[in-house]
């Protein structure tokens, strides 16, 4: 059984940055693709990161995260990372991490079948 757990939300500034950290219980990473998503109150969940499960060759951001974001993953430590710079108020939401149904990302959230239970982040 796969258990994400995210960690490294907090309040922060506009302009701030923020360093998200998702530990997997298994070796996951490593065949399978992983994903960030968000869900602000009101709103639908919305992808904001994802790396495949080929040795992270594709990478893939949405628009508004492009240039501010950053995901990476540790493969030894089971670990994924989301290194998020320039925040800005609109990004303050719940962030989870996710693993794929296989190797290839997409975006939708239904591709996602392992989630953790999120961690807040907050810009004002």
């Known amino acids: 059984h796969v258990q994400l757990v995210e960690s490294g939300g907090g309040s922060v500034q506009a302009g701030g940055s923020l360093r998200l950290t998702c530990a997997a219980s298994v070796d996951t990473y490593s065949h399978y693709c992983m994903g960030w998503f968000r869900q602000a109150p009101g709103k639908e969940r919305e992808a904001v990161a994802e790396?495949?499960?080929?040795?992270?060759?594709?990478?893939l951001y949405a628009d508004s995260m492009k240039g501010r974001f950053t995901i990476s993953q540790d493969n030894a430590k089971n670990t994924l990372y989301l290194q998020m710079n320039s925040l800005k108020p609109e990004d303050t939401a719940m962030y989870f991490c996710a693993r794929g149904r296989s190797w290839y990302c997409g975006t939708d959230a239904d591709e996602y079948n392992y989630w953790g239970q999120g961690t807040q982040v907050t810009v004002s």
């Open positions: 790396i495949d499960g080929l040795g992270g060759r594709l990478i």
